[in-house]
């Protein structure tokens, strides 16, 4: 892979680093454990690895609160270390993408610590401060200087006592928001960016890069009801957000073709997503959407909806057109703050292995790069949770909180914690069988799922028919067949409940991918079914009878190529 655009003949495998591999026993995941499973990744054919935060961080939000930039966190391992594993990840042509946390800092970066000393520092302006409220004593419920919410709950603004002004944090109280106005932050920003490359790192995945410029009147936001407002019409993909992205790829990028930027943009809609894709405007080369991580919810991430695959296609499809002639999309179901992909999309039970193999061809097969999280490939199901107590993110502990102070029912925010938890996607990895899962020696920081006992890593490279080897053969598809990276795409069927069907077409080669998502067979109900029945099988879930036409078994998937 290489050459301008090489990213599209790529899978991404993400690592959280805490839940990964424990190397030293201390029961958090370090930079050790991943150079020692190397091996697990070069066997899974994937090409490029994107770590979450492993800098200096007192993980108020697992290293999303970074105190700095330009080193390792201690937990996970050394400077050396890291420039290890980088060596080791090349040598197995393997590329190395870095977490870029910068919306915001922990506060207890020394640029917070300087911003916060005294309101004339030079980098008070690098924080958003501001006064309370006309007329409301500062400090007191209700004298925020605007009504935003914050997304683990709580106000988006902290009162500083020392200096007696508010300073924003759309994150957690410990992540004050950067101010990107002022020239002398982005200048920091970009200079600690060059400094990684120089340092051979493979590109960036931006943190809520679409955050970054803010409405600098800061206004009000529409009422929530709970005393907040909903502020994100500031803030997503403010007004100078592609001048931003522009000016960071002139000051970082022009000239490194090697490098893979996407961002991660909440809220980000395919006309824009189109803009910041579209390889003449120099942004960024793929975006996170959350459009269709979106369909099971409703006002809040923890109304939770039913599964709904018309409403899923209807999305992947309006993307897969809307990026179809300029930009391009990132693939994903899952990562490390979204429910496991198989719990939530396929069938946790009876058909974990077929429906985990189907949701990974039918991804993987649509126009775009296809990104992996940890334990996906083993089809990592959603943990059991005994109660509240048993939830340990900042924001599904905030949002426990918060939620049956006001009154709600605590049974009712509890069921919904299980389903959408950010924890379930950070039990860690399970390795093998034995108690711990193979993670770690000593006491994990969170507990490893008992279903470690069937499924994990070992069992998974023994089972020539396991979701892994399955996950193997969809990147060697990638690397083989330029019609997975390159063809065009039309979506099938788009009013069937229960089929997910779709063509991929370059020059006279067509792919056919047909998924059955329900436990019942299912019919592909196409013109040309007999002769694509008959069609070249690239890859499969179940044996096929070719006599038998285009009937699936309950999460069967196929594709065929003529
Ligand atoms: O998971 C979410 C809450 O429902 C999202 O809103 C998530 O917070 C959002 O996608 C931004 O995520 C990223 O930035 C956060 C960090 O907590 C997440 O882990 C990270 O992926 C703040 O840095």
Known sequence: LSGPGWWKSAVVYQIYPRSFADSDGDGIGDLGGI?????????????????????????????????????????????????????????????????????????????????????????????????????????????????????????????????????????????????????????????????????????????????????????????????????????????????????????????????????????????????????????????????????????????????????????????????????WNSLYWNNHDQPRAVSRFGDDGEFRVASAKTLGAVLHLHRGTPYVYQGEELGMTNAPFDGPGAFLDIESVNHYAAATALGANGDDVLAALRVMSRDNARTPMQWDDSPHGGFTTGTPWAPVNPNTTEINAAAALADPDSVFHHYRALADLRHSVPAVVHGDFTMLLPDDPTVYAFTRRLDDVTLLVVGNFSGSPATVDIPDAADWARAELLLGTHPVDAGAGLTLQPWESRVLRR
């Open 35 to 327: 150079i020692a499973k190397l091996d697990h990744l070069a066997q899974l054919g994937i090409d490029v690895l994107w770590l979450s935060p492993v800098y200096p961080s007192p993980q108020d939000d697992n290293g999303y609160d970074i105190s700095d930039y330009q080193d390792i966190e201690p937990l996970f391992g050394t400077l050396e270390q890291f420039d290890e594993l980088l060596a080791a990840a090349h040598d197995r042509g393997i590329r190395l993408v870095m977490d870029l946390v910068v919306n915001h800092t922990s506060d207890e970066h020394p640029w917070f610590t300087a911003s916060r000393s005294n309101t004339g520092d030079p980098k008070r302006d690098w924080y958003w401060w501001r006064p309370a409220r006309e007329g409301f004593e500062p400090g007191t419920p209700g004298a925020e200087p605007n009504n935003w919410s914050s997304f683990f709950s709580g106000p988006a603004w902290e009162f500083d006592e020392a200096s007696g002004e508010y300073y924003l944090h759309l994150f957690s109280r410990k992540q004050p928001d950067l101010n990107w106005e002022n020239l002398q932050v982005r200048e920091a920003v970009y200079a600690m960016m060059r400094w990684w490359l120089d340092r051979g790192v493979d590109g960036f995945r931006m943190d809520v890069i679409n955050l970054i410029s803010k409405d600098t009147a800061l206004p009000d936001g529409r009422p929530t009801g709970d005393g907040l407002g909903d502020g994100t019409a500031s803030y997503t993909c403010g007004p100078r957000i592609h001048e931003f992205l522009h000016e960071m790829h002139e000051q970082v990028f022009a000239g490194r073709d090697a490098v893979l930027t996407v961002g991660e943009m909440p809220g980000v809609t395919v006309e824009e997503a189109a803009l910041f894709t579209d390889p003449e405007r120099a942004e960024v080369d793929m975006v996170f959407q959350f459009e269709h991580v979106g369909l099971d919810q409703g006002a809040t991430k923890w109304d939770v909806l039913p599964r709904d695959l018309l409403a899923l296609k209807r999305s992947f499809g309006r993307w897969q057109d809307g990026l179809a002639d300029r930009g």
